[in-house]
């Protein structure tokens, strides 16, 4: 089956830094494309940056640009998310998922607040 497993979110001050990870399994990690999403309390899901299988190309929000870096170690299946110069208006619970495939796993919660 496949699990996808967030971790390293938390209570962060505004400017402060988080690196999330995403380990994967149950299915054939570099073959995907793989994307984080978020969704903040009382909205949908926003897609907040891509990366290619072999992470050679990867894409962000505009929202998020110049402060989080998408990377992927293939030789672990897991994902990473640094985030840096956190804003308040980046609490959200931040999932990953295969780009093409309709799964998620349960997320990790982030919480940028003074």
């Known amino acids: 089956e496949v699990q996808l497993v967030e971790s390293g979110g938390g209570l962060v001050q505004p400017g402060g830094s988080l690196r999330l990870s995403c380990a994967a399994s149950?299915?054939?990690?570099?073959?995907?494309?793989m994307s984080w999403v978020r969704q903040a309390p009382g909205k949908g899901l926003e897609w907040v940056s891509a990366?290619?299988?072999?992470?050679?190309?990867?894409y962000y929000a505009e929202t998020v640009k110049g402060r989080f870096t998408i990377s992927r170690d293939n030789a672990k299946n897991t994902l990473y998310l640094q985030m840096n110069s956190l804003k308040s208006e980046d609490t959200a619970v931040y999932y990953c998922?295969?780009?093409?495939?309709?799964?998620w796993g349960q997320g990790t919660q982030v919480t940028v607040s003074s």
């Open positions: 998922t295969p780009t093409t495939l309709g799964y």
């Open positions: 149950g299915f054939t990690f570099d073959d995907y494309a």
């Open positions: 990366i290619t299988w072999n992470g050679g190309i990867t």
